[in-house]
C-alpha cells in the first residue's frame, strides 16, 4: 500500500450516522425558533463541528443557541444511536484488510470524543480501535474545514502528512485534509460526488475503497 497510515472520518465513514443526527438538529433548531430542514443541516453541519451550528445560527439570525443546546442534542443524539444507530456496510472488512496488511488507521472527527465512543460501542466498531487511535475536534483548537486536526492526528500516529491518506464524506473534512497536504477520497453515499472538490478519488461503497487503497 503506499501510504503509511490511513485516517478515516467518523460520522458517515464509519457509522451510519448522518441521517439521525442530521433530522434531530434540523428538528430541535426548528423548536428553538430557526426554522431548519434536514437538506440544510446536511449542507451546513455535515461533518463540522458544535461552534459551526452556535456561530451560523448566531450570525444569521442575531440570537444565541441556549448554553445547554450542546448537551440536549447530543443527549438526544445518543437516545436515537443506541436505538439506530448502524456501521456503514462493509467498513469492517476494509478494516480487517487494513489489520491483515499492518497498516496503520485512525479516526479523526469533528465529534466529541463521548459521540465517537457511543458510536463505536453501540456498533461494535470499538473492537477495531485502540483509545489512542481516536482523534476529535476536541483536541485541537480548530475544526474541519482547518487542517489542525488531521495533523495533529499524523503527528500523533507519528507519520508524516505527505504519507497519510483521508477518508472523508463531507466538504468541510476535504477541504481540511487537502489543507493538511493529505490526499483524500471522498465518499459519496450521501454526498453527491460535486459537492466534494478536489479529492483524490470517489467511491460509493465501502468494497471500492478496499480496491482503492491497495
Given at each position: 500500500m503506499r501510504?503509511?497510515?490511513?485516517?478515516?472520518?467518523?460520522?458517515?465513514?464509519?457509522?451510519?450516522?448522518?441521517?439521525i443526527s442530521n433530522t434531530l438538529m434540523a428538528a430541535y433548531l426548528t423548536e428553538l425558533g430557526h426554522p431548519t430542514t434536514y437538506e440544510e443541516s446536511l449542507r451546513d453541519y455535515m461533518g463540522a463541528a458544535?461552534?459551526?451550528?452556535?456561530?451560523?445560527?448566531?450570525?444569521?439570525?442575531?440570537?444565541?443557541?441556549?448554553?445547554?443546546?450542546?448537551?440536549?442534542?447530543?443527549?438526544r443524539v445518543f437516545a436515537a444511536f443506541r436505538q439506530e444507530l448502524r456501521p456503514v456496510p462493509g467498513v469492517e472488512e476494509v478494516l480487517g484488510d487494513l489489520v491483515a496488511e499492518g497498516v496503520p488507521y485512525c479516526v479523526a472527527s469533528s465529534g466529541s470524543h463521548e459521540r465517537i465512543r457511543v458510536g463505536h460501542r453501540t456498533t461494535g466498531l470499538d473492537q477495531w480501535f485502540e483509545e489512542e487511535w481516536i482523534f476529535s475536534s476536541e483536541d485541537v483548537g480548530r475544526g474541519k474545514p482547518a487542517p489542525d486536526l488531521f495533523l495533529y492526528a499524523a503527528d500523533r500516529m507519528r507519520v508524516p502528512p505527505e504519507r497519510c491518506v483521508v477518508i472523508e464524506d463531507s466538504p468541510l473534512g476535504v477541504e481540511a485534509a487537502r489543507a493538511a497536504g493529505m490526499d483524500v477520497y471522498g465518499f459519496t453515499s450521501m454526498m453527491p460526488a460535486d459537492r466534494l472538490a478536489g479529492v483524490t478519488g470517489h467511491f460509493s461503497d465501502m468494497g471500492q475503497l478496499r480496491e482503492l487503497l491497495a
Open positions: 501510504y503509511e497510515l490511513v485516517i478515516f472520518d467518523n460520522d458517515g465513514v464509519l457509522v451510519d450516522s448522518e441521517p458544535m461552534h459551526r451550528v452556535h456561530d451560523l445560527v448566531e450570525e444569521r439570525g442575531g440570537e444565541k443557541l441556549p448554553a445547554d443546546f450542546d448537551d440536549t442534542f447530543h443527549s
